[in-house]
């Protein structure tokens, strides 16, 4: 008798269904990506195609050097997704050669250097982000307004320096400002500015069960409480920012996320924690690359000491008193 191979999750790896999961993704992106690239204008296809390319070509190569075998079509999905997420996520002042950097640096660190598709620790088009912040802070900071070449702050840096109040007091005072955060009218990392398209492909991928309610639930609601804690405008905190794309696309990942429903919870509320710290209290304007980060590092302890109720099992009578 063979023994049992026991890894660490997504236990279910079905070749058919991690490419239909993968599909759905990429078109769940499409509408975000679409707005992103009709505002901030021809660079924003360049960085697209550079990272994807790059993304593919490091994938193969990858495989190449480790002698193992190719999973098609999930293997060049999955190198996709995080193609077209990392020119999401950074500025669209990014030049094309620097999106291909970053999309080597995701594929060839941070996903086979852990073991490849579904041993990565860390989300790829995130740290891929840290690792581009560190090495250019000035252009990864440089943010182009909307349909013109000048650069200005994005709205949570103006919070930040004071230059635009959106405090809990004066909420009906900023519906103009909700407005162009719905359409994605103000500048913004490429996929991130567009509120409502984030929250068609959100729904999209709810509808076909790609991903599960509680993360982007916990994380968005827990950011919109603790911001009116604060005293800052809770409504305009869940919109402003990479809120949107990071609940529904980047704290789902299903490599990265824990597998029990209680520790998806805890994964969402601390991602919420932890960006509503860095905003408020910390130097920097924004903060859910580095929230779903720290919680990608907990993943595993999660996992490890809070598992689900499993009904019918002894520890669970023993708790309800039943026989």
């Known amino acids: 008798m063979s023994g049992f191979s026991v890894t660490h999750a997504p236990h279910i790896r079905a070749k058919d269904d991690s490419a239909r999961v993968m599909g759905y993704t990429i078109i769940a992106l499409l509408p975000a990506l679409a707005i992103g690239i009709y505002i901030f204008g021809i660079n924003s296809i360049w960085m697209v195609i550079s990272c994807v390319i790059a993304c593919v070509a490091t994938e193969y190569l990858m495989h190449w050097m480790r002698g193992v075998k190719k999973t098609l079509p999930a293997d060049v999905l999955s190198a996709s997704i995080t193609g077209l997420l990392i020119p999401m996520v950074v500025t669209p002042a990014t030049p094309w050669w620097m999106t291909a950097i970053g999309g080597i ?74 407005w162009q955060l719905l359409i994605g009218n103000h500048g913004g990392s490429l996929g991130e500015t567009s509120v409502i398209a984030l929250l068609i492909g959100g729904i999209f991928l709810l509808i076909k069960d790609v ?15 603790l911001s009116a804690l604060f005293g800052a405008d809770p409504i305009f905190q869940m919109m402003a920012g990479g809120l949107f794309l990071g609940a529904f696309f980047m704290a789902t990942d299903p490599v990265t996320k824990p597998m029990g429903r209680i520790g998806r919870w805890i994964f969402g509320i601390g991602c919420g924690i932890i960006t509503v710290v860095i905003r408020f209290l910390g130097g920097y304007p924004e903060g859910v690359c580095y929230a779903i980060l720290v919680m990608n590092g907990l993943t595993p302890l999660i996992d490890r000491y809070v598992v689900d109720r499993v009904y019918g099992h002894p520890s669970t009578r023993l708790r309800t008193g039943k026989k």
């Open 211 to 225: 991903i599960d309610y509680r993360i982007p639930t916990g994380f968005i609601i827990s950011v919109g409480i």
């Open 105 to 178: 640096f995701a594929i060839s660190i941070v996903k086979h250097a852990f073991g490849g598709l579904g041993y990565n620790i860390f989300n790829p088009a995130l740290a891929a982000r840290a690792f581009m912040l560190a090495s250019w802070p000035v252009i990864m900071t440089t943010w182009p307004k909307p349909f013109d070449a000048v650069t200005g702050a994005t709205q949570l840096a103006l919070v930040k320096s004071k230059a635009l109040e959106m405090s809990i007091t004066n909420m009906p005072a900023h519906l103009d400002t909700y």
